[in-house]
């Protein structure tokens, strides 16, 4: 049974794959698109596709943009999924095989971990001149990390793959929300 998470994911590959094959500057139909996967043995996809209305009004929405623009958009999210799937253990080895440069650090890993493990929901950066960054939860706890020169790198890469998101407090110093995302990841991680 195909979920709608994976459905999703097979689209975003085959849009990718169908984009990859156009001119760089042309737009794709959607008729195009249905074809192409009938093509490509995704019929019962394609009968999907075309009988949700939403699906295919996103679809054509995708399709009008340049093909160089939508392949571009698509490898950015396929390469996000890589990054998330290569904390997930039994995923681990085919990303690492597949897409070596898709790599969640340990020290950023083991923040979502804590958090998780911790039922965080925010934690706040302070700062100091004569000390490293401390990251005080929400609930009073302390946030360990190893590596001060990429603490900010890895809290960045977090929320461009919304498994935090920031916000300021008065006096303006970071805050770092833990999102379902992250709570999802963690979850799948120490399950498996």
Same mark, same amino acid.
């Given at each position: 049974?195909?979920?709608?998470?994976?459905?999703?994911?097979?689209?975003?590959?085959?849009?990718?794959?169908?984009?990859?094959?156009?001119?760089?500057?042309?737009?794709?139909?959607?008729?195009? %698109?249905?074809?192409?996967?009938?093509?490509? #043995?995704?019929?019962? /996809?394609?009968? *999907?596709?075309?009988? @949700?209305?939403? &699906?295919?009004?996103?679809?054509?929405?995708?399709?009008?943009?340049?093909?160089?623009?939508?392949?571009?958009?698509?490898?950015?999210?396929?390469?996000?999924?890589?990054?998330?799937?290569?904390?997930?253990?039994?995923?681990?080895?085919?990303?690492?095989?597949?897409?070596?440069?898709?790599?969640?650090?340990?020290?950023?890993?083991?923040?979502?971990?804590?958090?998780?493990?911790?039922?965080?929901? %925010?934690?706040?950066?302070?700062?100091?001149? #004569?000390?490293?960054? /401390?990251?005080? *939860?929400?609930?009073? @706890?302390?946030? &360990?990390?190893?590596?001060?020169?990429?603490?900010?790198?890895?809290?960045?890469?977090?929320?461009?793959?919304?498994?935090?998101?920031?916000?300021?407090?008065?006096?303006?110093?970071?805050?770092?929300?833990?999102?379902?995302?992250?709570?999802?990841?963690?979850?799948?991680?120490?399950?498996?």
């Amino acid at each position: 049974m195909i979920t709608e998470a994976s459905a999703f994911a097979t689209i975003v590959g085959l849009l990718s794959s169908f984009s990859s094959g156009r001119k760089s500057k042309s737009i794709a139909e959607f008729a195009d %698109f249905i074809s192409w996967l009938i093509d490509h #043995n995704h019929q019962e /996809l394609a009968k *999907t596709i075309e009988q @949700n209305a939403t &699906t295919s009004a996103s679809i054509k929405a995708l399709l009008n943009q340049q093909s160089e623009d939508l392949h571009y958009k698509l490898d950015d999210l396929s390469h996000i999924m890589a990054i998330i799937a290569s904390r997930i253990p039994d995923l681990t080895a085919l990303v690492t095989s597949m897409v070596p440069s898709a790599e969640l650090s340990d020290q950023a890993y083991s923040i979502i971990i804590q958090m998780y493990k911790n039922k965080n929901e %925010f934690f706040l950066v302070s700062k100091a001149m #004569n000390r490293g960054a /401390l990251l005080i *939860t929400s609930n009073g @706890n302390e946030i &360990t990390y190893e590596d001060e020169q990429f603490l900010h790198d890895d809290l960045n890469t977090l929320v461009e793959l919304d498994l935090l998101h920031i916000d300021y407090n008065s006096q303006g110093s970071e805050m770092f929300y833990f999102t379902r995302a992250a709570a999802k990841l963690a979850s799948t991680s120490i399950c498996a």
